[in-house]
């Protein structure tokens, strides 16, 4: 009883049990921080959802959805989950230059890389693509000597 009655003197969403979080511009929701995409793999759409902030490599391999997470294969012990995406691009567009070191990584792993090509590891999650859709396409086989 006394929570309720102190949810209630809160007012606003937290009367309704949401969150708010304070931001210099006002109170901005929990959700927001949120943004929808659409994963698609081999024609198969997949909605998710991700942290802004978050790269979109943690966000495929979290994504709970076995065939997202079984494309997105951990590469190294210290890169961790990534593979190889293809953005459109009005996403390449937010993205900072590549690194001569990013464009030999991605391509030794991504097989038939283009301009519109990224290691998911390498998206970090905007408010921008919120709505986006991003497809996963084909890494290069793990060849052992």
Not at 74 to 92: A, N, W, Y
Request: hydrophobic share 45%.
């Amino acid at each position: 009883m006394a929570l309720r009655q102190a949810l209630r003197n809160l007012g606003g969403g937290a009367a309704r049990g949401m969150a708010t979080v304070a931001h210099p511009t006002g109170p901005v929701w929990v959700s927001s921080k949120m943004i929808n995409l659409t994963v698609v793999l081999e024609g198969q759409r997949f909605p998710v959802k991700g942290k802004i902030g978050k790269n979109l490599a943690e966000v495929i391999s979290q994504s709970g959805i076995a065939d997202l997470v079984a494309a997105c294969p951990s590469i190294s012990l210290g890169k961790g989950p990534d593979t190889h995406v293809r953005l459109p691009p009005s996403i390449i567009a937010m993205l900072p230059e590549l690194s001569l070191e990013q464009k030999s990584y991605i391509g030794d792993l991504c097989e038939n890389p283009s301009a519109i090509s990224r290691m998911a590891s390498m998206v970090t999650l905007l408010p921008e693509m919120d709505g986006s859709a991003v497809a996963i396409e084909a890494n290069r086989p793990f060849r052992t000597p």
